[in-house]
């Protein structure tokens, strides 16, 4: 497994903190964007992604753990601005499992920083439920469950495993949204130019009694928008 660390984001979206990108392999097939309508796929972003591991860019796992570890304590940091979570090879047969060996390695090096990520592994899966509520159960990196639809995203809070976010349509409102009653906040980097990541740090609360919603964006945003409106 292949990391690529950047020690400060060019992204004004994000802000100038540490973000990382992981190879492509480490997507779950469950992942209804893969291969499709992933922002990530496109544009400079994505012929950085292509390149990592296989184009001889980043470091393996242990080394990338290594430097998230030499971080300063409390740094704000996005692990995978493309990828998620490492695929266990071993046990990844029909259902997409996560490495419970490398995702300790990784919260237990960065148990001092204040750092965040998503995944779209299926957490229906026992296995990948457990690896998941271990991680948030550790403080310093929070995981964010993924969700696709208002639907699967307060399916996904009723479990109490960790924070969740959800993709909606690029039209949507900027307030009131809710999924069965949880409020939705919808990401204040996209809803105000003097907002970023490094400011913001919301998806990086673990306890947070609200679901980040993310407006579809990227060049296929607008293609995703119009299938998560007739969703």
Known sequence: MWVSLTAKSGNRKVGAIPVSTTETASCPSSCPMKDTDCYARFGPLGMHWRKVGEGGRGDNWSAFCRRVASFLVGQLWRHNQAGDLPKDANLSDSTD?????????????SEHTKGWTYTHYDVSDSHNRDVVKRMNSMPGLTVNL??????????????????????IPDNSPTRGNMADGVPIVVCPA????????????LCQVKERKSIVGFMAHGIAGKRLSKKLAAA
């Open 190 to 201: 996209q809803t105000q130019d003097s907002i970023s990541c490094e400011q913001c740090g």
């Open 97 to 109: 499992r996560l490495d419970a060996a490398k995702c300790r390695e990784l919260s237990e090096a």
């Open 146 to 167: 993924s969700a696709d639809s208002l639907e699967e995203a307060a399916e996904l809070f009723a479990l109490g495993i960790g924070p969740v976010c959800v993709t």
